[in-house]
């Protein structure tokens, strides 16, 4: 079947709106498994360990209600840059030393989403935005943006450092298979509606710029979406 421009606009734009909001129930899920699977530590660190799962027990609301909101802050500075736009990516600046080892665990955040279901989808992301081949660094559901959006609210929680922590190599461990099930999900819903994969050619480039940049709930969503069309 095939797709003409103005369907191909209006599909992509659905799936963007479709992810964004799925993304809370994403973050639902994590914390859900986070919490069901936290375990227990003997001795001297219990109290703090206990600590921390409280925490984030009543923390849940909060990340679960932000996390759609960060994850479109994100999208739209992507489409902003794709637009010719200056982004805080392409500034060169000196990495803290915290930002760094932030953006460390980030990347190993990013690591455990599963190849096949991303390769899958930077392809149809590429041919539904008219591409002739995949561009994985302009698909605005790339993994980086996901992670980043995590690491945004987990730091707009509130908690002390000693309690996020905690929370952030749990969230590891289960982050990277409920992102490829939701890649999985996407990719089902493009095929459905007559998209097809362009051929993906990997670039170093194209993973580099995969967890750049900072980000903050400014205006830049006008330039893609608003939040009412999202339902947050």
Known sequence: ????????????????????????????????????????????????????????????????????????????????????????????????????????EMVRTRQQVAEPALTELDGLMGAVQGFERAQPERNPLRPGNYVRALYVVVAGAGVPDEVSRQWLPRMQERFGALLSREYRQISDELRGQGIWPVHYTPTVRSRQGDLGGTTGYGDASGAFLAPSELGV
């Open 1 to 104: 079947m095939s797709v003409s421009p103005s369907d191909s606009a209006a599909i992509y734009r659905a799936c963007i709106v479709n992810a964004v909001k799925r993304s809370a129930a994403l973050m639902a899920d994590l914390v859900r498994q986070v919490r069901e699977h936290w375990g227990e530590e003997p001795g001297a660190g219990a109290q703090a360990h206990a600590a921390a799962l409280s925490s984030l027990a009543g923390s849940s609301s909060k990340l679960v209600a932000e996390y759609p909101m960060a994850l479109l802050e994100l999208v739209a500075q992507g489409a902003v840059t794709a637009q010719g736009h200056a982004s805080a990516e392409a500034r060169p600046g000196r990495v803290e030393p915290g930002e760094a080892r932030a953006r460390m």
